[in-house]
């Protein structure tokens, strides 16, 4: 956002960046009640999230868990 950019953090708080930031949740809520609808409505989808969830957390540690990472590949 060029507000950021050619400004100060206290000066974009001060501008239109606050009401930005809150018509952008406005605007996805319809989305994410949807997702959520998904999620919430089929196992197989909980799963599968819980699954990504996890390998993306384990990726972030890095070479510190890849037998974590093959135990996730395993899971149904």
């Known amino acids: 956002m060029t ?3 050619v400004n100060s953090p ?3 708080m001060h501008g ?9 949740v406005i605007e996805s809520m319809d989305t994410h009640a949807e997702l959520a609808r ?3 409505g089929r196992e197989r989808t909980r799963k ?3 699954k ?3 390998d ?3 990726k972030g540690f890095g070479d510190r868990a890849p ?4 135990f996730i590949k395993r899971l149904p």
Not at 16 to 24: K, T
């Open 10 to 12: 206290a000066q974009a």
């Open 67 to 70: 037998e974590e990472r093959e």
């Open 38 to 40: 998904q999620f919430l």
């Open 56 to 58: 993306l957390i384990l």
């Open 3 to 5: 507000e950021l950019r």
């Open 16 to 24: 239109s960046f606050p009401q930005a930031v809150e018509d952008a």
């Open 48 to 50: 599968g999230f819980a």
């Open 52 to 54: 990504l969830v996890m």
